[in-house]
Structure formats: structure tokens, C-alpha cells
């Protein structure tokens, strides 16, 4: 198993699903800048994003795609089964999570990234997340995150 | 030498925009007949005034000194020139900061405007929609029927739009039929060299040609306690990316007023959480209508900051330095042509949140460094951004290409 990115043989391949709702309570751009910061890490990575929210999500993958040469692949937001065939789900989001797509993660064993600006003080479930705050703004801590679960990412 | 008076410059453009009409104004009393060819179906910029309709060479050549012309667009079809259009194969691509069902004014109404005009120069300003629709006029005219040929670039108009699938084959083709090119940028004559565009590329020059500013606060910005934030964000613009920012830098922000201009519904609600969980005083800032009001209120701010993942030098920037606000914008526009990161301002990247709550929070604390910045970057503004130097600087280009000195290569206009 390769552990070196900058080996010359190709690194397994990663995929990653992305939460791709960019509107009142989903922060795709955000995630989509955290993995703009990977940069190098991302070369055998493919993004799997469900549910973009359209035109404003389009173009940040069409430009993240050709600056950094990571793979994109569009999913439909009730396409959700597609989390099972990924290698982890990321999500930024405001408020609460999206339940339901942790639980799709849950059910396939598939290891989550799951930051939550503003987080619902008065929802216990929501306030759980109170932890992630900081990188849910932070797209710095966020990507050194999302590269410790890349293959060969820093740990 | 052909007299000026006798030669037509048709400027593509959107009528609208206060760039162009800036643009049009260092040349309104240059003698040339300055004719605006409208691309969108809007009001024109009430600072293209005077302003009078045409339709033909002959009416351009009646224009009184100081007096700009405007393409009188009602005297074609709009319904049968879309349906020219269609019947010749030619789609509009489409553009991110507009609805899908959007369209700029024909092909052919621009097509027809050029021929009855018969300008002795076409200036294309900006590239999606002025660029696009002088690209099929072209192509129904035949390239040696076709007029020289300046494409101005703005902003994102290659940095970003060579990216885009449906974008990056026209732009090829846009580069290969100019016969000249002016950028705002440095940075985007590399990218038309990358295109393989080999046509003279005019030294940069904003968008805007120039600003007169006078009258303007020149208080210490040490001594301002406003900090104005862009907030636009979509498909270029990063506002949130700046209210993230701003939430990880509040805790240093508490002598400041925040306050964030073009903020939307989404936006505003994002202010209200800021606000409610961290005590700053952070509010979205009413549109100001006049351009007088707007550049007032800037002259208040200790900085200014605007985020995006493509842009050219940004008019904010500009606008910023001419008032001494510290600017603080991203390295995918071409700020760094104009400011030293670190000393004039900052320049970060446009993904990295905490790189840019650090810039803020340095500006924010650093007095000296923001006072010896303003009277430096209000030299560079009078010097680089000054519609007295700029003017006689075009005039000189648009003269080599009527003239056929800076004809391509090919030697198509000799």
C-alpha cells in the first residue's frame, strides 16, 4: 500500500461524496475551497457531489476540476446511495446536519466529515457538533482534515 | 493622415455599465465619432450622456463635439434577428451571473449595426457578451470584409471563463480572429499567449480607463473605525468565505463597525448569527445609488474587502487605494500587478478563510502599516488610473489600428 503521494506509482483512488447544496443551510463552497486547498493530494481523488444546488456550484467544480485535476461526478440529491460506494462523506452545513445522509454513511461503514457553522444551541443533537464550528469556517483546518483521510495524507 | 472627425469607432459594449461609459468618456472629445453598440437591452449609463441615437456612418459623422453615439437598436427586429440567429446556427452560451432563459441583443442586430455604422475600428469591451457577438458578426461579415478588431478583456472574462466547458472553445476562437488585444491584467496576456494568440496585446490598462476623484476624506486610516466588506456570493464571489473570516477574526474586531455592502437575503441572516454569537457589530450596508456616495463612504473605511475566485484588477481596489482604504482582495484577481501583499494591502488566497482572518485582524491592528499605504497607493491611482494619461494612450492605439501598423501577422488590414 502507498503511503508517498509524490511516489511515481499511482496512488489508490479515493472517492469522496460532497454535500453540494449551497443555499440557506448548506456551505458547499466552502467545502469545495477546503478541497481547493489539498491541492496535490487530490490527484487520484474523485469527487462524487450530490445535490448541487446548480449554476454557483457548477462553475466552483468546473474550476476546482481544472486547477487541481481532481475527477467530478454529479449526483442527483435523492442519488444518495451513492455515499455506500465512497470512502468518506464530507459536509458543511449550517445549523444541524443533514440526518439522513449521515445515516446513509452509517449503514455502508463510510468514514464522515461533518463541520456545522452555527450550531442549534437549544437541539441537543445539533449542539453535539459545537466541536466543529471552528472548521466548519476554517476551510485551512478543514482541508488539513480532509488530507488525513486521503490516501498517503498527512496524518 | 485621415482627420479624425472622419473616422467611426464602434465600441460593443454593454451600454449600461459604468465602465464603458468611463471608458467612452476619455475619448468624447477626441474629434473620432465614438459610436456605442449596445449588447444588452437596458437603460443606458446616465454618464454616456450626451448621448444621441444612430443608425448609419453618415448620422455618426453629424455628432457634435463631445457628443457620443448610441446604435439605435429599434430600427431592427429583435424577433426577426433572433430568428436569423437560429436559422444560422448561432447559440449564445449562456453566462453564470444570469438566468438561464437570459439573451444579449442578437448576433445579427450587431451584425446589421456594423454594417450600416461601417467603422473604421470595432472595440469590443469585455468578452462574453461583447466579445461572443462581435466573434458571429465577424464570421458573417468573412474575416477580410471585417473591420480591425480590439477585444478589451474584463475581470473574469478568460481567467475564469477558459475553465468553463461551454466557454473555452469560443474563447479559442475569439483569439485567433482579434487583431488586437487590451487586458486589465499582465496575467491575462499570458493566458491569450497560452491560447496561442500572437496579435499585439497592448500594455494593461483597467477596464475603466480612468477616475477623476477630488474632494475626497483624506483622514489617517489609523483613525477610521468603518470596515467595508464586499459581500457578493456566487458564482465568482466569496462573501461567506469573508464572514467566516470575520467570525474567527471578531474577537479583534470589537473597535470596528462591519459593515457589508450588496448583501442579500442569505447573507443578512448570516450577519444576524455573527452579530447574535459573537457581539461584533456587523450589518449589512444599503446600496448607494450615487457613485459620489458610495466612494464618500469608502473614504471612512479603514479597509476594504472583497473575495472571488476570479477577477481582474477590481474596481474596488482601485477605488480603495484612491481614498486610502486598506484593501485586502484575493490572489485570482490581479491585485498583486498593483499592490505589494504585506505592505500596500493583502493579497490571499481565495479559498484559505483563515488566511484572510488573519489579514484582517493585521490590518485591523497594524496602524502604521495602513497609514504609510494610503498616500502610496493614492500615487499609483493618479498615475496608473488617471483618464488624462489614459486617453491620449488609447487614442494613440485605436490611430495604429485604423491605421493598419498594427495589423496581425497575417496582414489582414494592411
Known sequence: MLTDATSTIAVPSFRIAVDGREDTEGCALLALSAIHLCGTWLKSTELNVIGSSGTVVDVALEALSWDTGVAVQHWRAEDRGVIADCDLLLAVRRFSPDWDMLAHAERAGVGTIVAIQFPRLDDLSAAAFLGSVREAHDSAMLATRIEARLPGGSP | ?414
Open chain 2, 1 to 414: 493622415m485621415i482627420p479624425q472627425a472622419d473616422r467611426v469607432v464602434a465600441i460593443v459594449a454593454m451600454a449600461q455599465s459604468v465602465h464603458a461609459a468611463r471608458w467612452v468618456a476619455m475619448l468624447r472629445n477626441s474629434g473620432l465619432r465614438i459610436v456605442v453598440v449596445p449588447v444588452l437591452s437596458a437603460p443606458n449609463s446616465p454618464e454616456l450622456e450626451p448621448c444621441r441615437l444612430v443608425r448609419t456612418r453618415s448620422e455618426a459623422l453629424t455628432l457634435a463635439p463631445g457628443e457620443v453615439g448610441v446604435f439605435d437598436l429599434s430600427a431592427i427586429s429583435e424577433e426577426k434577428a433572433r430568428s436569423i440567429d437560429v436559422a444560422k446556427g448561432y447559440a449564445w452560451p449562456g453566462h453564470p451571473a444570469y438566468p438561464e432563459h437570459f439573451r444579449p441583443v442578437p448576433a445579427h442586430s450587431i451584425e446589421t449595426a456594423l454594417r450600416w455604422l461601417k467603422p473604421d475600428l470595432v472595440h469590443s469591451l469585455e468578452v462574453q457578451f461583447a466579445g461572443y457577438v462581435t466573434l458571429e458578426a465577424k464570421r458573417r461579415f468573412g474575416s477580410d470584409a471585417f473591420p480591425p478588431w480590439l477585444l478589451s478583456n474584463w475581470g473574469s472574462d478568460v481567467m475564469l471563463f477558459r475553465k468553463l466547458a461551454a466557454h473555452a472553445p469560443i474563447i479559442d476562437r475569439v483569439f485567433q480572429e482579434i487583431d488586437a488585444y487590451w487586458s486589465e491584467c499582465a496575467r491575462d496576456i499570458g493566458i491569450a499567449r497560452d491560447l496561442g494568440y500572437g496579435g499585439p496585446a497592448f500594455d494593461p490598462m483597467p477596464a475603466s480607463g480612468g477616475m477623476s476623484f477630488s474632494g475626497l476624506d483624506a483622514s489617517l486610516p489609523s483613525t477610521r473605525k468603518l470596515l467595508l466588506i464586499k459581500g457578493y456570493h456566487g458564482w465568482s464571489g466569496r462573501g461567506h468565505h469573508i464572514l467566516s473570516s470575520l467570525y474567527m477574526a471578531a474577537e479583534h474586531l470589537r473597535d470596528y463597525q462591519v459593515r457589508v455592502m450588496f448583501a442579500n437575503d442569505a447573507t443578512t441572516g448570516l450577519l444576524r448569527e455573527i452579530a447574535d454569537r459573537t457581539g461584533l457589530d456587523v450589518a449589512p450596508e444599503p446600496y448607494a445609488l450615487q457613485h459620489s456616495h458610495a466612494m464618500a463612504r469608502l473614504s471612512r473605511a479603514r479597509m476594504v474587502v472583497g473575495l472571488g475566485i476570479s477577477d481582474g484588477i477590481s474596481t474596488t481596489l482601485l477605488e480603495a487605494m484612491a481614498v486610502g482604504a486598506f484593501p485586502i482582495l484575493a490572489n485570482s484577481s490581479c491585485a498583486c500587478e498593483w499592490i505589494r501583499s504585506g505592505i500596500d494591502g493583502f493579497v490571499v488566497d481565495p479559498h484559505d478563510t483563515r488566511a484572510l482572518a488573519d489579514a484582517i485582524v493585521t490590518a485591523a491592528s497594524d496602524n502604521a502599516m495602513v497609514d504609510a499605504a494610503a498616500p502610496r497607493n493614492r500615487e499609483v491611482i493618479a498615475r496608473r488610473w488617471n483618464p488624462d494619461i489614459n486617453g491620449p494612450i488609447v487614442l494613440a492605439h485605436y490611430d495604429e489600428l485604423m491605421s493598419g501598423r498594427q495589423a496581425r501577422i497575417r496582414g489582414r488590414a494592411e
